[in-house]
């Protein structure tokens, strides 16, 4: 078993979600989030900055976020500020 290292409750989303990249946004999977950050997946062939804005969800705003860690198409994501 892996250890949780989070210090937040974690909420399973599974939601659609987007990237907002220079080039236009790019389409997401959240599979969970928490207050300080996320867990997304994106399609192999889409190149992921180490910073970029967030949205979680159609009608979310944006939120400035940083990469943690890339596994694949996962990647877990730490939102600023």
């Given amino acids: 078993m892996t250890e949780d290292r989070r210090g937040t409750f974690r ?3 599974f939601t659609f979600g987007s990237l907002l990249l220079a080039r236009g ?4 999977l ?3 989030a928490t207050e300080t950050g ?3 997946e994106v399609e192999d062939d889409q ?3 180490d910073r970029f804005p967030l949205r979680l969800s159609a ?6 976020a940083t990469v943690a860690w890339r596994r694949s198409r996962r ?3 730490a939102f600023e500020g």
């Fill in 11 to 13: 909420r399973n989303a």
């Fill in 25 to 28: 946004e790019v389409g997401c």
């Fill in 30 to 32: 959240v599979w969970d």
């Fill in 38 to 40: 996320a867990q997304i």
């Fill in 47 to 49: 190149p992921v900055p």
């Fill in 59 to 64: 009608d979310s705003a944006p939120r400035p």
């Fill in 75 to 77: 990647i877990g994501i």
